[in-house]
């Protein structure tokens, strides 16, 4: 459903806050996890959003090492989901896939990041507030469920060792 350096289909884009669109999660699948791998979270990051920090939107976490997919509209359809996975709250405030929508006249990218971690899972819900670093942290500081190993699909992650070798964006 994306491509690196493409615009995001309208699909993709947020329905609310003056966009109008589909705010359909995409289709992303990976392959050639690294060893070690124990569970998959996927991440989509809006680094350029005001405040410095970016904006979160989407967290899925507890994605089943066996798992190397995630279907287009997953996001709202439980039953697609692997076995086990858990989307988190995102900065919009609520649990789930929320695409994008930059300010009118503004262009933003978005970073889909497949993480690879080294936990079978993260003890949370729906309802929980997880922070980025909880996922990917970062091989330097030691702390996170990740080895620092992601793909990544329309720029850079947080944390990104150019592990992109094994993430396929469809």
């Not at 994306?2 to 993709?12: H, S, V």
């Not at 998959?40 to 967290?59: E, I, N, S």
């Amino acid at each position: 459903d994306i491509r690196e350096g493409d615009t995001i289909d309208m699909r993709q884009v947020f329905n609310g806050f003056g966009c109008k669109g589909g705010n359909r999660s995409p289709a992303l699948a990976w392959h050639n996890a690294p060893a070690g791998t124990r569970s998959f979270a996927v991440t989509v990051h809006d680094p350029d959003a005001a405040g410095g920090k970016g904006w979160w939107h989407w967290v899925v976490v507890n994605i089943p090492v066996k798992a190397a997919f995630l279907d287009s509209g997953a996001s709202s359809v439980a039953k697609a989901f692997p076995p086990g996975a858990v989307q988190t709250r995102n900065d919009f405030g609520r649990a789930g896939y929320a695409g994008p929508c930059p300010p009118v006249g503004t262009t933003h990218r978005y970073e889909f990041t497949v993480w690879a971690l080294k936990v079978d899972k993260l003890k949370v819900d729906e309802l929980s507030d997880v922070l980025p670093k909880v996922v990917g942290g970062s091989p330097e500081d030691g702390q996170g469920a990740s080895d620092g190993s992601s793909g990544a699909a329309g720029g850079a992650a947080p944390g990104d060792d150019g592990g992109s070798r094994f993430i396929e964006v469809l």
